[in-house]
């Protein structure tokens, strides 16, 4: 069952920005939950991008820090992932998860995958 759909990648060029979006199926609320960005390139680990906890704390990665904002609304059961200043290397697949439990580190390991098909960014010179 497809909890989590993600939406918001596309092709865009270096220095360019998008707005990731992971939206909870009716009858899941996200404020339960930390929720986290999760990203992967065919052939290598997830790496984690970004976190925000329930209270609204976020972490971020050192790659992506002074460019990308992660952002919950729990009206719309929405978090939002902003990326700007884009790089090649930020090319991935973007998968949004719940954390397991409270105090989750930001780290695949720690949280939940429900089922989105993910959003691919793509990043060109």
């Known amino acids: 069952q497809v909890q989590l759909v993600e939406s918001g990648g596309g092709l865009v060029q270096m220095g360019g920005s998008l707005r990731l979006s992971c939206t909870a199926s009716?009858?899941?609320?996200?404020?339960?939950?930390?929720i986290g960005w999760f990203r992967q390139v065919a052939g290598r680990e997830r790496e984690a991008v970004s976190c925000?906890?329930?209270?609204?704390?976020?972490s971020y990665d050192n790659s992506v820090k002074g460019r990308f904002t992660i952002s919950r609304d729990n009206r719309k059961n929405t978090v939002y992932l902003q990326m700007n200043s884009l790089k090649p290397e930020d090319t991935a697949r973007y998968h949004c998860?719940?954390?397991?439990?409270?105090?989750?580190?930001?780290?695949?390991?720690?949280?939940?995958?429900?089922g989105g098909q993910g959003t691919q960014v793509t990043v060109s010179l």
């Open positions: 009716p009858g899941f609320s996200l404020e339960d939950y930390d």
């Open positions: 925000v906890r329930k209270d609204g704390s976020t």
């Open positions: 998860a719940t954390g397991r439990g409270d105090d989750a580190l930001c780290r695949w390991d720690e949280y939940d995958y429900r």
